[in-house]
């Protein structure tokens, strides 16, 4: 199957800026996103970019995309404590189909 | 918007029986849903693919006999786990295609002993 590629671990300071990087391999992808997921929960859907776009800004969030190098990354500004949580990378292939990555955990220190 | 209600949200079960887990579209209409396991600190890996109507489309590497999957209705899709054992204790996921996008539910936490 296709490959998407997270690091593990990232802590950051309350209102710092945090970015999560993410890689995948399969070219045909449409659509990446992104999930959180908090202790015990389900995911919930942050954001998302079409294949052919290179930035999405919502409030907080920036997603930026790089096709050449399949290289995805969110920008979480001013991280507070409430964005402690596991993040998940995915990208939907032409099937409809979801290949997630492994999930960073973020820590936010107070 | 879009909502995905999976349940049980958590359920013990003893080793040898047989746990049904549900996942239901609120309010759209789910031609496709998906099934997930989340293996601790790994990611959510892709169990099957299931379309109303019609028999589910099982991932490499996943036994169709152990997890049975059933998609009856455009709200309703099943999963399965006959015959648990430990090692299938796990937290599996559901997601549904529809209403314009992916909703996915809250998951399940199966514990096997």
């Known amino acids: 199957g296709e490959d998407v590629e997270q690091s593990l671990f990232l802590s950051v300071r309350e209102g710092d800026s945090s970015v999560i990087n993410c890689t995948y391999t399969?070219?045909?992808?449409?659509?990446l996103y992104w999930y959180k997921q908090e202790p015990g929960a389900g995911l919930q859907l942050l954001t998302y970019?079409?294949?052919?776009?290179d930035m999405k800004q919502d409030q907080r969030l920036t997603v930026l995309l790089n096709k050449k190098d399949k290289h995805l990354s969110l920008r979480i500004a001013d991280t507070q404590t409430g964005d402690s949580a596991i993040y998940f990378c995915?990208?939907?292939?032409?099937?409809?189909?979801?290949?997630f990555g492994s999930g960073t955990k973020l820590n936010v220190k107070p | 918007g879009a909502v995905v209600s999976q349940h049980p949200s958590r359920v013990i079960c003893k080793s040898g029986t047989s746990v049904k887990i549900e996942c239901r579209s609120l309010?759209?209409?789910?031609?496709?849903m998906f099934w997930y396991r989340q293996f601790p600190k790994k990611s959510l890996m892709l169990m099957a693919t299931?379309?109303?109507?019609?028999?589910?489309?099982?991932e490499q590497g996943v036994e169709k006999d152990k997890f049975l999957i059933n998609h009856a209705s455009l709200t309703l899709s099943t999963l399965t786990v006959t015959s648990a054992h430990p090692e299938d204790s796990s937290f599996y996921i559901c997601?549904?295609?529809?209403?314009?996008?992916?909703?996915f539910g809250s998951g399940t936490r199966l514990t096997v002993v």
């Open positions: 399969d070219s045909s992808s449409t659509y």
């Open positions: 970019i079409f294949s052919n776009m």
């Open positions: 309010d759209f209409q789910a031609t496709t």
């Open positions: 997601s549904a295609h529809g209403g314009g996008g992916y909703t």
């Open positions: 995915a990208e939907a292939t032409s099937f409809n189909k979801f290949y």
């Open positions: 299931s379309n109303e109507g019609s028999k589910a489309t099982y």
